[in-house]
């Protein structure tokens, strides 16, 4: 069955720091980019930030830029988000995705997040 | 930056009824970068449609996709209880790297 499956969220003081996992399973995980989603309680959906499949390359929302990082161990099939001053408005929960790429009925090349994780709920508070 | 506007905010339906869900972008986006997702309460994100028109895996032909340019539209023929949810369309922009949500159209019984 392919599955993705978040840990490490938790409670943390405004400034503190968090590192999520994602560990994969049930499919290549070095073959694919994956990305963070979140979701603040009752809000919609904001993409965090993505990496490619060797790890080579990454890039983040301009909310998170420079606070957080986006990395990833292939031979562990796990992917990771570490946070770094954290602020109230990064309290969410936090999604990890796979995005497939796939050629549509005109030929041209797309990608669509086709499989999530559960979820992992970060909260920012003293 | 692109901006994806979902309209209505909430849809009050009765089983049974069409939906038409609109999604509309600020500026032109392609279609094969079009996505529709459907979440239900305490659940993650599913994928339902991809390149505007096309179902993911196991997602039932009530549901169907279409448009392009700025103007995209899902639509779920005759709902089920099943389809009551949030629905979120999605698109990837290149320039730089970028996926952006719209903010969300809730489907709730009336």
């Known amino acids: 069955e392919v599955q993705l499956v978040e840990s490490g969220g938790g409670l943390v003081q405004p400034g503190g720091s968090l590192r999520l996992s994602c560990a994969a399973s049930?499919?290549?995980?070095?073959?694919?980019?994956m990305h963070w989603v979140r979701q603040a309680p009752g809000k919609g959906l904001v993409w965090v930030s993505r990496?490619?499949?060797?790890?080579?390359?990454?890039s983040y929302a301009d909310s998170v830029k420079g606070r957080f990082t986006i990395s990833r161990d292939n031979a562990k099939n796990t992917l990771y988000l570490q946070m770094n001053s954290l602020r109230a408005e990064d309290t969410a929960v936090y999604y990890c995705?796979?995005?497939?790429?796939?050629?549509?009925?005109?030929?041209?090349?797309?990608?669509?997040?086709?499989?999530w994780g559960q979820g992992t709920m970060v909260t920012v508070s003293s | 930056e692109i901006v994806l506007t979902q309209s209505p905010g909430t849809l009050s339906l009765s089983p049974g009824e069409r939906a038409t869900l609109s999604c509309r972008a600020s500026?032109?986006?392609?279609?094969?970068?079009l996505a529709w997702y459907q979440q239900k309460p305490g659940q993650a994100p599913r994928l339902l449609i991809y390149?505007?028109?096309s179902r993911a895996t196991g997602i039932p032909d009530r549901f169907s996709g279409s448009g392009s340019g700025t103007d995209f539209t899902l639509t779920i023929s005759r709902l089920e209880p099943e389809d009551f949810a949030v629905y979120y369309c999605?698109?990837?922009?290149?320039?730089?790297?970028?996926?952006?949500f719209g903010q969300g159209t809730k489907v709730e019984i009336k």
């Open positions: 049930g499919f290549t995980f070095s073959s694919y980019w």
């Open positions: 995705a796979r995005v497939e790429y796939y050629y549509d009925s005109s030929g041209s090349l797309g990608n669509a997040f086709d499989i």
């Open positions: 990496i490619n499949s060797d790890g080579s390359s990454t």
């Open positions: 390149g505007a028109s």
């Open positions: 999605q698109q990837y922009g290149s320039s730089p790297p970028k996926w952006t």
């Open positions: 500026q032109s986006v392609s279609s094969s970068y």
